[in-house]
C-alpha cells in the first residue's frame, strides 16, 4: 500500500478512535457528575437527623424540670438517631452494590428463607397497624447470589408495603417460579403511587410527597437498593400501582439452574 493509502485507511480509524475517547470523557464526566450528586445528597440527607439530634439534645437541657417533656424529646432523639443509622447502613450497601465487585461469594440462595425474615423484620411494624401479612406460592425456589442483598431487598418490598398501607390491610408476599426465573410479588392495599411519579420512586433519595407519610421516617433509598440488587442478579424490579388502591412490586430473579440430588435439596449450579 502506498503512504497516501495507508493515511487513507488509518483516517477514519483515528476519528473513530477520537470520538471513542471524547465518548470515553463524557463517560467519565458523567459519572464524575453523578458521583458529586450522591454526595452532596447524602451530605444533605444526613444534615437533617444529625441538626433534629442537636435541637433535641437543647430540648432535653433547657426542659430539665419537666420530665414528660424529657421523655418526649429523648424518644424523639431516639427515632432520629435510629433514622441516622438506617440512612448510614443504606447508604453503605448502596455504594457495595454499585463497587466493582457487588456479588463477592454468591451461593445458593432459598427464597423461603428470604420470603420469612423479610416478615419476621416487619412483623412488629405490621402488628402495630393490625396488617395481616400472608405469604403464598411455590416453595424450595434457590437464586444463585447474595443472600443478604436478597433479603435486604424482599425486606424493603415488604417493610415499604406495611409502611403505606392504612390500618387493618393486607399485604401478601407471593413467591412463584415462571420459565427460568423466580418471581417474587409483594402486594399492598395502601395508599398506592401516582402515574406520575411511578418512574422516579427507584432514583436515590426519591420520595413521593413526604408530607403525606411523613410519619414512617424513609429515607428515599430502599427501592435504590432493590433496583441495585436485582441488576446485580441478572434480574429486575416491576411496579403497578394504582392511586388510592394499592401497589404491587414484582422482583424477578433468574432461578438458580440445579440437578436436584437424593434429599431433594440443590446441588449447586450447573
Ligand atoms: P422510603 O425510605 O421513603 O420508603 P424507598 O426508596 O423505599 O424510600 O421508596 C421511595 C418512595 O416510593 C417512598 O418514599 C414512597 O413515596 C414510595 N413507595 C415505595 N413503596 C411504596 C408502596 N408500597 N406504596 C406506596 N408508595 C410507596
Not at 478512535?17 to 467519565?28: C, G, I, K, M
Request: charged share 25%; glycine share 8%.
Amino acid at each position: 500500500a502506498t503512504a497516501r493509502t495507508v493515511i487513507a485507511r488509518v483516517a477514519p480509524l483515528g476519528s473513530r478512535l477520537v470520538l471513542a475517547l471524547v465518548e470515553d470523557r463524557t463517560r467519565e464526566k458523567r459519572v464524575e457528575a453523578v458521583r458529586r450528586d450522591f454526595v452532596a445528597n447524602v451530605s444533605h440527607e444526613l444534615k437533617t437527623p444529625v441538626g433534629a439530634i442537636r435541637l433535641l439534645a437543647e430540648a432535653v437541657t433547657e426542659a430539665a424540670d419537666d420530665p414528660e417533656a424529657v421523655e418526649r424529646f429523648a424518644s424523639r432523639m431516639l427515632t432520629e438517631s435510629d433514622r441516622l443509622t438506617t440512612l448510614v447502613q443504606q447508604i453503605i450497601e448502596l455504594s457495595r452494590l454499585q463497587g466493582d465487585d457487588p456479588l463477592e461469594a454468591p451461593v445458593s440462595v432459598s427464597l423461603d428463607d428470604v420470603v420469612a425474615a423479610a416478615v419476621d423484620t416487619s412483623t412488629i411494624d405490621a402488628g402495630a397497624k393490625r396488617i395481616t401479612l400472608v405469604t403464598t406460592g411455590d416453595h424450595e425456589l434457590h437464586v444463585f447470589g447474595s443472600l443478604d442483598q436478597i433479603s435486604a431487598a424482599v425486606s424493603n418490598l415488604v417493610a415499604n408495603a406495611v409502611a403505606y398501607s392504612d390500618e387493618g390491610s393486607r399485604v401478601l408476599v407471593s413467591t412463584k417460579a415462571l420459565g427460568d426465573t423466580a418471581q417474587i410479588s409483594v402486594v399492598d392495599q395502601g395508599i398506592g403511587i401516582p402515574a406520575r411519579e411511578i418512574d422516579r420512586i427507584f432514583e436515590r433519595f426519591y420520595r413521593v410527597d413526604p408530607a403525606r407519610h411523613r410519619s414512617t421516617g424513609g429515607t428515599g433509598l430502599g427501592l435504590s437498593i432493590v433496583k441495585h440488587v436485582a441488576a446485580t442478579h441478572g434480574g429486575d424490579v416491576n411496579v403497578w400501582s394504582v392511586e388510592g388502591q394499592g401497589s404491587t412490586f414484582t422482583l424477578t430473579l433468574p432461578l438458580q439452574p440445579h440437578a436436584l440430588d437424593g434429599d431433594g435439596e440443590p446441588s449447586g449450579p450447573v
